[in-house]
């Protein structure tokens, strides 16, 4: 039980107790400390002394001062709160959200630290009733704790919590912050962000809000000044002149802080073995690069990374970076041209796709009458050109090429009638008609053509490419059906090229031929890169990154159906995948080199160098009122809840009427007060008269 | 002599509140002000003695004794220029500043202690101006500073007055012996102080002064709430040297007071003319040059009749 207020502000009145103790003090003053050079005179006069009041002046003081203390009292609604033991002072039972940064810049000097131990803070605080959840956040959001009312757990979570090689995203934070909120059963709601609010983190796009009544608060734990020294990307020059694979590593590195530095050393490793280290000067926020000496690549995939080491550096993770030379990647392509064709009639192919190392193709030509299954099987892409679909074992080898992401890429000419395909509908985008000839009017030309296919998509820029310089004497009428895709049309309307979808793998077919006597097209500059852009989409190749990004999904769609594949992340984590998972990604959140192995396998088949964001190493910092008010309920404070406790409170204020107790009590101080007043003002004047008097008789 | 007195006082002469001179940091600037403004109000040079040795010549001012005009010099530059000689006497002039705790008091405005500060500063410079020999010893029961009379001493002497606090029990008795036995040289003496003493003990030490030889004149400095007791209330009177309290009534015993007060400057008063010993009254609350002037005048005048 403790005695609580309706009417708190009331109590300002108290302050008035300072008016007679002001007036007590300024009379005091005046009574003692009058200084005067020299009592020479005052002496020798006959009267001189004053009486002293002080006894009865306190018990009047104390009087008007008590008299005063219950007036303010009672107008502040006194009464007696029998329920505040069991009820939370505050309003009740919390639910607590602590949002807590664990992106790699919090890993700068002591902010880590610093911000486990606000977290501690926050949940230090926490009753039986509360409950709390962790959510540790980097580019994305997990409770590591919670909701729990368990505060050891949320507390061991919050030991074993430590900052990764992520960067900082806020939304993601906030919007699991939201989802909680949104189903918190506790009247009070509480977020509190504890980062380091880089501005890297938050580009001003709106962020999930909270709804009433939770409320955000914010930790900055965030230096006001910084210096850091990175690495933030390398350049792998290839060069094979001499018959000998060798790879030239420059190494960016920038520093972001004022002060230079103005020896770093930088070191390049391949296969964990120090190759070479250089000194580097920086200059303040500013960058240079490093170049080390050629080094022949090995047949295997290199992992190669670059350190710096610099004297006054706080952030170690953006040290480091990773990345892989790989061996040339290769794309066999198999050209099966008609039997009676004569020779060098599709020599354009092969030597079109002779150039080039990005991927490197190995191009095999076959007459359709001596294609075999084994040379399918070699295969990553079949060129059909100008004949129909192998019948038997080579038939079937393509089909099954395609459905497991391979591709095949036909060319329709004299022989690649109706018929020849009637018995590979399930391939041939759409039906292959007859043969337009449009020799007469000296041919079409190309019309239209969708540069947002990813077949065409090298073709996007400006003057990238000239389709319409070729012309087009004859080609055979295609009809796709609505599911397929038309990437190209003749002049005349005419599908000149179009895509389906089979199975994992692709297939175009181009309603002319590749070889110079349908068309003039070999012999125009786009032929080169038109070929090279159809076969390496047909093949599903991608370029191999020599490094990923932390934050990323790797797309594992290359690795071929069927086969059971590990992943082993840098810590040692292992992602598993059956013969029988069709959605192969793998999300990269570790700093280093994730390798990817057949199941059975010992040697690892992929090698993915992965380094953290370098926009994370950017330490800016916005003002965390900025999230505060971005994030905030809109609405105020749950007002029928407000009032029921209101209510509740007047109510039991109502029954209790204290106030009129102290009330009548300080009324009849005051009239004592009056009476004492009166009766010593009298004997006052007496004093003085009598002084007077024994002035006079003096 | 009174205060109030206005004898030979200028028309046009400007009088300056002591509060407004409280605003002027430097005493030297202070001093200048002061005498340089009385002086261009008189209609003559109020200089005590004539010169003999030939110092410098300066331009022509008004109110410079025309006989004085370098004829010869403007024979040749047709302008006026007034000779100046080193004083014949190169008197000394030694001030004596009591600034004991009491000397802090101040009802309104400025202390009597800076009252007296920039009377010395006043009399100094002027002195000074005059190329008397300057010195200056700051006293309570014991000398606090001294600073022998020199030529070149006026600054010294002025920083000396600046520095000075009030402090300390007064005995102007004590202070004047330990002064005799610094000042051995026939000097004019300036006491500058409250003297809250008794009258007969008060001439008794300043005649000992004086008949060694020397000029004495005696500046008394008092706060007008010292002449008048205008306090309302009843309270604890505290003696600023001894720190003893008693309680009064000031309504009750004012007259008295008053009568006693009076009684003592004019004992004082009558004491000093008995033994040839200038004496004036300073009411801090009265302007500092008007009160300076009227004195000077009247210095000026006792001294033709002496």
Partial sequence: MSLTFLAPLFLVGLLAVAVPIIVHLVNRERQNAVAFPSLMFLRRVPFRSVRRQRIRHWALFALRCLALILLALAFARPFFDRESQTANAAGGPRELVVLLDRSYSMGYGDRWSRATAAAERAIAGLSAADRATLVLFDHEATAAAGPTSDVALVRAALEEARPGAGATRYAPALSVAQQLMDRAERPRREVVVISDFQRAGWDGQELPRLAAPASLTTVDVGDSTTANTLVTGVDVTRDARDGVDRAVVAARLARKGQRPV????????LNGREIEAKRAALPASG???VTFASVAVPEATTRGTVRVTSSDDKLAVDDVFHFVIARAQVVSVLIVESPGSPAGRTMFLPRALGIGDRPTFRVVQRRSDRVTAADVDDARVVILHGVGMPAGAVGDRIRALVRGGGGLIVALGENSSTRAWSGAAELIPGTVGEIIDRSAERGGSMGSLDRNHPALESFRGTRSGDFTSARYLRYRSLSPTA?????ARFDDGSVALAER?????????????????????PVQPVFLPLVQSLVRHAAGWTPQRPWETVGQVLALSDARRGEALVAVAPSGERTRWTEDDSLRSLPLREQGFY???????????????VNPDPAESELGAFAPEELSRAVSPVGTVDATAAATTTLSLAERERRQTLWWYVLVVALLLLAAESLLSNRLSRSARLDVALAEGRMDHA | MHIGRTTGVAAGTSFIDPKALAKIDSLELLARTVVEGFINGLHRSPNLGASMDFAEHRAYMPGDDLRRIDWRLFGRSDRYFVKEFEADTNTNLLLLLDVSASMGFASSGISKLQYAKYLASCLGYFSSRQRDRVGLATFENTIVDYVPPAAKHLPIVLQTIARAKPEGQSNIDAALRAVAEHARRRQIVVIISDLYDEPERVVRAVARLRNRGNDLIVLQVLDPAELELPFDHAANFEDMETGEAIPVVPSLLREQYRTLVQEHTATLARLMREERIDYALFNTAQPLDHALFAYLADRQRLSRTR
Avoid: K, M
């Fill in chain 1, 483 to 487: 599911t397929d895709a038309v990437l």
């Fill in chain 1, 595 to 609: 390798e990817i192995r057949d199941a059975d396998a010992v040697a690892a088949s992929r090698v993915v160098a």
């Fill in chain 1, 287 to 289: 960058a240079t690069s």
């Fill in chain 1, 262 to 269: 103005p020896d770093a050393r930088v070191t390049l490793e």
């Fill in chain 1, 501 to 521: 979808r089979v199975g994992e793998g692709s297939v175009l077919v181009f309603g002319s031929t590749f070889d110079g006597y349908w068309n003039d097209l």
